[in-house]
């Protein structure tokens, strides 16, 4: 199987697709917002920036990514990562150096009401890091406020606020789009609209296998 880069604006269910993939075909998940997250519990500069919905500078999250790559073997998730086309090409250029394949690029598309809601909505395990929501039927925990796999009370994420949303999506507006353009012409890129998370992972699944 090869690896894949998954893009979307904030809240399109990268999350929740990738964690489907990990567990139905055997790959690594990698969230480099659950890296710098991780990170954030003792860099107080860098849990202000997440707080408030900033861009973290890519010295920063190329020098995490790189340490996970290297100690990686089987076939890996990008998710929502790289976020801008400057990123995109440093990642060319980490990924030559480290002999790996870029693989597959895809692009979750969703539209902004849709996007807001969901942010607005979601609930999310400390522990095991798998999203839920507090309206959608599909993603409804089976006990509320309970994580299905690791029985830990659920909790809102500190960025998941309309105001920090609103943020995050300007900027993927005018950084990320870009990189639909770049992967399209590397012949990269599949476009699918994220409706609901079982007929996207269906239509990825199809294309993985």
């Known amino acids: 199987m090869k690896n894949i880069i998954l893009l979307a604006p904030p809240a399109a269910g990268k999350g929740t697709l990738a964690k489907l993939l990990e567990q139905n075909f055997g790959y690594i998940s990698l969230s480099t917002g659950d890296i710098l997250r991780a990170k954030a519990k003792t860099d107080e500069e860098l849990s202000n920036k997440l707080k408030t919905g900033m861009l973290i500078d890519d010295q920063t999250v190329f020098a995490s990514l790189s340490t996970v790559l290297e100690q990686i073997d089987k076939p890996y998730i990008l998710d929502g990562f790289p976020r801008t086309v ?26 902004k009401e849709t996007l807001l809601q969901r942010v607005t909505t979601r609930i999310v395990c400390p522990k095991c890091k798998r999203s839920y929501s507090t309206v959608n039927k599909e993603l409804l925990p089976k006990k509320e406020n309970i994580c299905d796999d690791c029985n830990t009370e659920l909790v809102v994420r500190e960025d998941d606020k309309e105001e920090v949303f609103e943020k995050r999506f300007q900027e993927y507006l005018e950084k990320t789009l870009p990189l639909i353009d770049y992967y399209e012409q590397k012949g990269k890129l599949t476009k699918i609209d994220a409706i609901s998370s079982n007929e996207t992972f269906k239509q990825v699944s199809s294309l993985i296998k």
């Open 86 to 111: 400057k990123q995109a090409v440093m990642y060319d250029e980490l990924l030559n150096n480290l002999n790996k394949d870029l693989g597959i690029v895809i692009y979750l598309n969703v539209n």
